[in-house]
């Protein structure tokens, strides 16, 4: 009979555990019970030859994944689908230098990724904060904004909106609140930030404590690596300049990586991502609940806010209240949910039974 394993739970804790000891009844505890001899530990790296992972903040080490996530010579896909394989962030079973298992995820920010057929792309696993970048130069983009903070929302991901660059000749951050008042709703911190800077970047200490996990989110050039330097203290995300004529910079974050910062948290930095095409899993009414407030008042209760008599979400349109391309964006971005939302539906239909990995732990 073989040895049963006793983590170091505390210093799990360190790389986002969300128990102090062991879990308690449920799907992880059984699993941890049906592999006594693997030890827990977190997706740190995620690349096409395998991953790395931790069990605690320092050191990780390379795994080789399960023969199933593996794509054979010679075919274009894999035996499972890529939303259930782990990703960044996720919690796995290790034994003998391969992942066993891949434990329920509490939530996994997504998108859809390009291409005719629907498919999604997993962003990071298990997440508490989202923080998007956006740059107070040519990056500054609302329309882009409204997409991520849909995804955040859509697995009740906390958003944080910081504005980087604001260190720039002509940066203008009260101009940026104010362009955003819309989109955010009140809700949502936005902060304003030199990357370069410690002291403004302290500003993101509230949702960087100890045991949260944050994702970096943004296009590229968006200064998500130079925070993430800023924050960890020293220089060890690779960063480049952008382009003078259009603020865009180039990809000098390849892969996703899992950083333990020394606030306690842990800091999800990604690659810029410039396409964001909704799941079809997503809430319009969590993002834009001042147009749902305006439909309610509209003459009929099926107004497609078009050309309808007594619109009273045009009506705010031409009165001023309502930004013409908020509205603009709700119409193309309802669009776009309804349609993945069909893709998915069909794509369940010749899969039966087909879904990722169940949600996890309650949200501390």
């Known amino acids: 009979m073989h040895e049963r394993l006793n983590p170091d739970f505390d210093a799990l804790r360190g790389i986002g555990w969300p128990w102090p000891g062991a879990p308690g009844p449920g799907p992880w505890a059984e699993l941890m019970a049906a592999h006594p001899r693997a030890r827990p530990a977190r997706v740190v790296e995620q690349h096409r030859a395998g991953y790395v992972v931790a069990d605690a903040t320092e050191p990780a080490a390379g795994v080789e994944s399960p023969p199933q996530w593996q794509r054979p010579p010679g075919y274009r896909r894999g035996k499972v689908a890529p939303g259930e394989r782990a990703v960044v962030g ?13 434990l329920p995820r509490r939530n996994a920010l997504k998108r859809a990724a390009a291409g005719e057929h629907y498919r999604q792309q997993l ?4 997440v508490d904060v989202a923080i998007i970048a956006c740059g ?4 500054f983009n609302p329309r882009r904004i409204e997409r991520y903070l849909l995804l955040a929302r859509a697995e009740d991901v906390r958003p944080v909106v910081v504005l980087t660059k604001a260190d720039l000749p002509g940066a203008d951050p009260d101009a940026a609140r104010a362009a955003l008042a819309d989109v955010l709703g009140g809700d949502v911190p936005v ?14 200490a509230p949702w960087l404590g100890p045991g949260v996990t944050a994702v970096l989110v943004g296009s590229s050039g968006a200064g998500k690596s130079t925070l993430t330097n800023t924050l ?26 899992l950083i333990p910062l020394p606030s306690g948290a842990c800091l999800i930095d990604t690659p810029g991502m410039r396409e964001l095409k909704p799941t079809g899993e997503e809430d319009l009414g969590d993002g834009f609940a001042d147009i749902e407030a305006l439909a309610a008042g509209c003459r009929f209760r099926d107004c497609r806010h078009q050309a309808e008599p007594g619109c009273a979400v045009r009506a705010a349109v031409e009165a001023g209240e309502l930004d013409p391309g908020r509205l603009a964006n709700y119409h193309k971005l309802r669009g776009e949910v309804a349609g993945a939302a069909d893709r998915l539906a069909s794509r369940l239909g010749h899969r039966p039974g087909a879904r990722g990995p169940g949600r996890g732990p309650a949200r501390r």
């Open 90 to 102: 996720d919690w796995v079973l290790v034994e003998d230098g391969r992942i066993v298992a891949l």
């Open 136 to 139: 107070l130069d040519g990056d």
């Open 123 to 126: 962003i990071a696993a298990n």
């Open 191 to 204: 902060l304003a930030v030199n990357a370069r800077d410690p002291a403004t970047a302290q500003a993101l």
């Open 232 to 257: 960890l203290g020293h220089e060890r995300m690779k960063t480049g300049a952008v382009r003078g004529r259009d603020a865009r910079g180039r990809h000098t974050t390849t892969h996703r990586a």
